[in-house]
């Protein structure tokens, strides 16, 4: 079997059956990086943002968006496809440049 054998004990937590996966997808985005940015992703506490409640009428409610583009900088990951920028300069894969770049 791709993840062992099955337990002669059987959980019914699904946690229980969802963490030799898990460990498999983590050793295999470990093994990926190779940047200082998986670094960073790997610090004590670097995801306690991801605890914060989402309430709106705090202006703590993030968008799908906002979640895919925050988790894709944490871990170092190509947020777009390369292009050029309306101001002329070109844009890589990880996408910073919209950090510095005025929208039109």
Not at 10 to 29: E, G, H, I, M, N
Not at 63 to 79: I, T
Request: aromatic share 6%.
């Amino acid at each position: 079997m791709q993840f062992g054998d099955v337990p002669e004990v059987l959980s019914t937590k699904q946690s229980f059956w969802d963490r030799p996966a898990v460990l498999v997808d983590k050793a295999l985005v470990e093994a990926t990086l190779n940047s200082q940015s998986g670094v960073i992703s790997r610090c004590q506490h670097s995801g306690d943002w991801l605890f914060a409640l989402p309430i709106a009428s705090c202006g703590l409610k993030i968008d799908d968006e906002a979640v895919r583009v925050a988790v894709g900088l944490r871990l170092g990951l190509d947020l777009c496809v390369p292009h050029e920028c309306h101001c002329g300069s070109m844009v890589y894969a990880r996408g910073v440049h919209s950090f510095v770049s005025r929208p039109e």
